[in-house]
């Protein structure tokens, strides 16, 4: 079974909500017999002794007409024609990710810098409203449009 890939069970349990690790438990068990019942099969199947078959069967015209229509059977294979839109949709996921974790970079510098803003502000205890208002345009400009609105 070289080139399968193998589920570190473990590994995955850890990243699951504790609400569904028995249902995942189950499903590791269902998996284990089936690729125990699985690997317990040949990886060929086994050659027919036609010679056997055909010295037993009283007619060994009907061996031979056996043998060739048993020859002749064709058991379709299913194409792989997604394994390639996946690999494209993972790299568009790897990509979207890399935008997103640079987006980050970025917000939190853009955090970090209105964090050390906030820092570097007197304590609202000591500090007047048209300082703190000084600092916000946009503040104090809603304010005054509020307060306008709601004259007599």
Known sequence: ????????????????????????????????????????LPSNLEAIDWGYYAGRVGNPALVEDFKAKYGSVQVPRPSDN??????????????????????????????????????????LEEMTVAEYLSTKPELRAQ??????ARKL
Not at 14 to 21: A, H, L, Y
Not at 85 to 109: P, Q, T
């Open 143 to 148: 304010l005054v449009e509020d307060i306008e």
């Open 82 to 123: 997604q394994t390639s839109g996946i690999g494209a949709l993972e790299n568009d996921f790897k990509k979207e990710v890399a935008e997103y974790l640079e987006g980050s970079k970025e917000r939190i510098a853009k955090f970090e810098a209105a964090l050390a803003d906030l820092h570097a502000e007197k304590p």
């Open 1 to 40: 079974m070289a080139g399968r890939k193998v589920f570190d069970f473990i590994k995955l349990s850890t990243k699951i909500p504790q609400s569904v690790r028995g249902e995942f438990g189950a499903l590791r068990s269902k998996f284990e017999s089936s690729h125990a019942t699985m690997s317990a």
